[in-house]
């Protein structure tokens, strides 16, 4: 989580506001992932972004309905 952090947050500071992440290869994701994720969604919703989470695998699918967040997040097959 800190590398994905680090690295969206870099993406975020040149100016990326959209952001495609592709999750196919997920194979384990807790809370801290999900905190990273949210956050730079949340970032790029103030400023007209979107974030977007591409073929799932089933595990993100998984923790992604646990969560509350497949509703909220824009989950692409």
């Given at each position: 989580?800190?590398?994905?952090?680090?690295?969206?947050?870099?993406?975020?500071?040149?100016?990326?506001?959209?952001?495609?992440?592709?999750?196919?290869?997920?194979?384990?994701?807790?809370?801290?992932?999900?905190?990273?994720?949210?956050?730079?969604?949340?970032?790029?919703?103030?400023e007209d972004g979107?974030?977007?989470?591409?073929?799932?695998?089933?595990?993100?699918?998984?923790?992604?309905?646990?969560?509350?967040?497949?509703?909220?997040?824009?989950?692409?097959?």
């Amino acid at each position: 989580a800190p590398d994905l952090r680090e690295h969206l947050t870099g993406l975020h500071a040149r100016g990326v506001r959209s952001f495609a992440l592709d999750t196919s290869e997920v194979s384990f994701i807790d809370s801290v992932g999900l905190s990273v994720i949210l956050a730079i969604y949340r970032r790029c919703l103030e400023e007209d972004g979107r974030v977007t989470i591409v073929a799932p695998s089933k595990a993100m699918r998984r923790t992604l309905e646990v969560a509350g967040l497949a509703d909220v997040l824009t989950v692409v097959d």
